[in-house]
């Protein structure tokens, strides 16, 4: 048996949304937003409220980047 060593570089479920960041208007820290599996809201990064609403096709939005926070 091999060692089993078990990274947790996926540990998330949400992609980022901006590509440069946005300075939320809840809490006013830069944030490039979430987008979570299921939803279709954008939220801040920090302070988890919703910076906008996805209400089309999202693929046109969203730039998937595997690169963490
Ligand atoms: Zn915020």
Do not use: N
């Amino acid at each position: 048996m091999g060692d089993l060593i078990c990274i947790e570089a996926h540990d998330r479920d949400w992609v980022r949304f901006f590509r440069d960041p946005w300075d939320c208007d809840w809490c006013g820290l830069p944030t490039r937003g979430r987008v979570y599996e299921e939803t279709q809201t954008v939220v801040c990064s920090a302070c988890r409220k919703p910076l906008l609403e996805i209400d089309s096709d999202p693929r046109h939005y969203i730039a998937f980047e595997e690169d963490i926070d």
